[in-house]
């Protein structure tokens, strides 16, 4: 813990809590009978919405950010920010607008469509680990515990309940309208920290001739394969359900397009706030524990009332995602396996989507927090999970935009098979003193999936 706390610092957290909860709620209707109400609004997501949400949602692992450019310097903005850029820019110009047009609901929809009930499920399970808010708890639990000396056990209830309470209710509306006034507040945040470092230790070019010479290496020290296979992690973009979710709520095509396009000036900006103050740390405070860089300095620059609006907007940062993804764990776990499942032995309104989404709620906000124990680094888990996952559902996923028709079976394998290699190349580890080959687990995962691909395209003719 850093600290007691000034009251005015307190205050600025009561009174963030107490707004995010009415907010959450304001406006809110029930919408239990209309499963497009409550997981995409009505499909009325207007531009505003869309960027606020979108870009408020992407931001969860900042600590995981703080703690990366502490360490390594610009290399974070090289792995975390460039390559998700150039992806969010094709996903802009190619794939936005036809999710808008094709009228379902989320990426198991589409294999469900394309594929079958079987691809669809394995999809939905897939996503299941992609939006787990599982590391975000965890962030929002340390951070709880590291600023405000709030148990751990305590610090993940509270975060999870604040964060998902008003979803029960007003689903994806309710996130939008939350991540709107989060959006300001984590601008603000930073932007106050940044300028009081200016301010009291001189501009962020003073810093260069202070930092290891490491920390200006676009690699930070690493090798080349390691960078690259961050790049390729970012083709997440492709599979990322809050991308989808909310280009599917988009009013129009256009709607969506423009909205990610303006995200990506948003991104950057953010990019460039957080990446400055991380260096400020490592200057100003260089004996700092990494993961609590950014909070630490803010207590070190700020005084009372700004210090406390600066971990609002942390705190902000964290929790719009926490929601976010976990209406979407809800939607995958409830709609899109559990409903799959039943759907053919319908019998009660227990087995509708919006009663299982809710279910889900609770299920997956249980495990959650049950995962955020047993986690221990952020960056580590986005690593694993996006060199497994992705190369399982990235070809598939976007096959389901072509006229390319493939069998059900063969798409099982198509999905299965390269998450078994990648997951094997890991567990090799153990056994050899390297990965085989040298090589990262996500590139034979993605060989394996175009190699199957092909074979199935031969066998097909």
């Keep these: ?15 963030y809590i107490v707004a995010i909860i009415f907010v959450g709620f304001f406006r809110t209707r029930h919408t239990g009978k209309s499963q497009e109400e409550f997981i995409l609004a009505g499909r009325r997501l207007s531009l505003p919405g869309f960027v606020a949400s979108l870009v408020a949602t992407w931001y969860g692992g900042i600590l995981g950010v703080g703690e990366n450019t502490f360490l390594y310097g610009i290399q974070t903005w090289v792995i975390f920010g460039l390559p998700y850029y150039i992806f969010a820019l094709m996903f802009a110009l190619w794939l936005a607008p036809k999710i808008r047009n094709k009228h379902l609901m989320s990426i198991p929809d589409h294999f469900h469509h394309t594929y079958g009930k079987i691809p669809g499920v394995i999809s939905g399970v897939y996503l299941l680990f992609l939006s787990s808010p599982a590391p975000y708890i965890l962030s929002i639990g340390i951070l709880l515990q590291y600023s405000f000396g709030i148990p ?15 979803i029960w209710y007003g689903g ?15 601008f603000t945040g930073f932007i106050l920290l940044i300028g009081f470092a200016w301010t009291k230790t001189g501009s962020p070019f003073s810093l ?38 909310r280009c599917a709520a988009a009013k129009t095509p256009l709607t969506a397009k423009k909205g990610i396009i303006i995200s990506i000036g948003f991104w950057f900006f953010f990019d460039l706030f957080t990446l400055t103050a991380g260096l400020y740390a490592r200057v100003l405070i260089p004996n700092s524990v990494p993961l609590f860089s950014l909070p630490e300095l803010g207590h070190t620059l700020l005084p009372p009332l700004f210090y406390g609006l600066f971990l609002v907007g942390v705190l902000s940062t964290i929790m ?23 759907k053919s032995t319908w019998t009660h309104t227990r087995d509708l989507p919006t009663y299982l989404t809710r279910q889900g709620l609770i299920v997956m906000a249980s495990i959650s927090m049950i995962l955020a124990f047993s986690l221990q680094s952020v960056v580590k888990l986005w690593y694993t999970i996006g060199s497994l996952v992705i190369p399982g559902l990235l070809l598939p996923f976007l096959l389901t935009f072509t006229k390319k ?26 056994f050899f003193t390297g990965y085989p080959f040298v090589l990262e ?11 199957v691909f092909f074979a199935i395209s031969k066998e097909q003719k």
């Design 172 to 186: 994806f509306g309710a996130v939008v309208r939350t991540d709107i006034l989060q959006f300001i507040l984590m």
């Design 441 to 451: 687990p996500f590139y034979p995962g993605v060989i394996t999936s175009i190699l």
């Design 152 to 166: 751990f056990g305590w610090a993940l209830i509270f975060a999870t309940g604040v964060s998902l309470i008003y």
């Design 320 to 342: 719009s995602t926490i929601d976010s993804l976990g209406l979407i764990s809800a939607v995958t776990y409830g709609r899109d396996i559990i409903w799959r499942l039943r």
């Design 208 to 245: 260069l001739s202070q930092l290891p010479e490491s920390h200006l290496n676009p690699t930070g020290g690493h090798s080349i394969q390691y960078i690259m296979v961050w790049f390729f992690i970012a083709l997440w973009t492709f599979v990322d359900p809050g991308f989808y979710q």
């Design 1 to 15: 813990m850093i600290g007691a706390l000034h009251i005015l610092d307190w205050l600025v957290l009561v009174l």
């Design 405 to 430: 028709t493939i069998r059900s079976s063969s798409a099982v394998v198509l999905l299965v098979l390269p998450v078994v290699i990648s997951a094997g190349w890991f567990l090799a580890r153990s």
